[in-house]
């Protein structure tokens, strides 16, 4: 069994040798995902997708909750429409991919292939909305999206990725710019609760803001090396887009007026924010909440009489508590275990004769490999137990990852020092102007990760140009 292990695990290359490689062997060797024949576009395997809908269902009942409803806009959008708002088209235009013939004949008019969706929703807006009895109007859609990156990566960077958008438009200022904050302590609340992963709230600089925005706000993560992961973000639009795309309605005071509007939305990159915030040498290690099988059970000697049946009886018996797979396959127990633990599943039981004999079984959590013995009429209350414990630990073990490569620094010597020496986050003041934030750039290599909320006062000053300081950003190196 231990050989079987053995040469299992040794198809992941370990993270300290090559933090990449070893990213893309979990998401092949895990069977998240396969390259496909169009290069840039991959195919999300069954398990996956798994993965992937029970984010959106998460995702979907708290956006429900709020009163958002679903809907569905059209993927291709006439370049005439695509063109109305001039920061959009120019922000996305070296990533957009166009549609020229429809059958064998050339189109009147090229057609974009959705790489957002601002346009669409602004569209449809313009023929629904009439009065301030229609608002707000809460939307929301689950689609893909086409962007033709240079560079791919599974997750992080792919030319088609899935996603969720939300837009919004609301009568009032006010409403909008609280509808924006709701929605980026939604995305915190579900990376910190459900997917076990710290985050820092804040807005994006204007060099780094979606193209068209007003204000964006970010929630950034850390990975396991150090490097930066936007993990979601929420748009404040103001009436531009309104007044772009000729959204109006019928005020109160009985005259036209524009809405105010929102996007915001999160994709599948967050897979790859699991991966590399909670993975190891041998493989993934999923959050509880996101699990397609929180719960694996294994017989041990299973040709023994009575040891399969009783793990039948159990993987039925605890349905009301876990998701569960029964692997009763043919396959050694070693080799088992170890193709469990690359899929990341939290918790293993394991149950043999011994184990019947004595009414036990044995858990087995995924992240510190800790074993428990368990009386079998106690698994119900041990098993959701046991998940709370290890869904802490993976978030404990994160948060102590960020802080430990979080650094501040006053001076441009120091932060050139930092990176010399160390990969993470670095804090600094900031004088909010442009040209310091490109230099930070082309002197450390950092992009700006966001205006934290949470601010601290580290100098008086700008450590680029002297000058005296606004507020304080966190810069990284970012996937």
């Known amino acids: 069994m231990a050989k079987d292990k053995k040469k299992l695990v040794e198809a992941i290359t370990a993270q300290e040798v090559d933090f990449a490689q070893w990213y893309t062997d979990i998401c092949k060797k895990a069977e998240l995902v396969e390259y496909s024949s169009v290069k840039g576009f991959t195919v999300l395997r069954p398990y996956g997708y798994a993965i992937w809908e029970n984010i959106q269902q998460d995702l979907d009942a708290r956006f429900k909750a709020t009163g958002h409803e679903n809907v569905a806009m059209p993927m291709l959008i006439p370049e005439s429409l695509l063109k109305k708002e001039g920061e959009l088209v120019n922000g996305f235009a070296p990533e957009v991919a166009w549609v020229t013939t429809g059958g064998s004949e050339p189109l009147e008019e090229r057609l974009a292939v959705r790489p957002t969706s601002e346009t669409m929703f602004c569209d449809h807006f313009a023929r629904v909305l009439q009065s301030y009895r229609d608002l707000p109007m809460l939307y929301n859609q689950w689609c893909s999206v086409v962007r033709w990156e240079k560079t791919t990566r599974p997750f992080l960077r792919t030319r088609e990725f899935w996603w969720q958008e939300g837009h919004t438009i609301h009568e009032t200022q006010a409403e909008a710019e609280a509808e924006t904050e709701q929605q980026l302590n939604c995305y915190a609340d579900f990376c910190e609760h459900d997917l076990c992963i710290p985050v820092i709230k804040g807005r994006k600089t204007d060099k780094e803001k979606f193209a068209g925005a007003e204000a964006t706000y970010t929630i950034e993560a850390m990975m396991k090396d150090g490097k930066a992961l936007q993990s979601g973000t929420s748009h404040y639009f103001g009436d531009k887009f309104s007044r772009a795309y000729d959204v109006t309605f019928t005020g109160r005071d009985n005259t036209l007026q524009y809405p105010f509007q929102t996007s915001w939305g999160c994709t599948t990159r967050l897979i790859g924010a699991i991966i590399m915030t909670h993975g190891d040498d041998d493989g993934l290690i999923l959050p509880p909440a996101i699990a397609p099988i929180q719960v694996v ?60 004999e004595q009414g036990q079984c044995v858990l087995v959590r995924r992240d510190n490999r800790e074993k428990q013995f368990v009386k079998l009429e106690d698994l119900p209350t041990a098993i959701p137990a046991a998940l709370e414990a290890l869904a802490k630990a993976l978030y404990d073990r994160a948060l102590e990852n960020r802080e430990a490569r979080t650094f501040a620094a006053t001076t441009m010597d120091e932060v050139q020092e930092l990176v010399k020496t160390k990969t993470g986050f670095i804090k600094t003041m900031w004088c909010g102007d442009v040209a310091c934030e490109e230099a930070m750039k082309e002197k450390a290599g950092l992009s700006s990760r966001c205006m934290p909320f949470a601010q601290e006062h580290l100098s008086d000053v700008c450590p680029v140009c002297g000058k005296p300081a606004k507020t304080m950003v966190v810069w990284g190196i970012a996937y």
Do not use: C, N, T, Y
């Not at 396959?331 to 469990?340: L, M, T």
């Open 297 to 356: 059970i294994v017989p041990v000697a299973a040709h023994k009489p009575g040891v399969l049946e009783k793990a039948q009886e159990l993987a039925e018996s605890l349905k009301s508590v876990a998701r569960v797979k029964l692997d009763d396959s043919d396959k050694a127990p070693g080799w088992k275990f170890s193709q469990w633990e690359m899929k990341g599943v939290p918790l293993r039981i394991e149950v043999g004769p011994r184990d019947l």
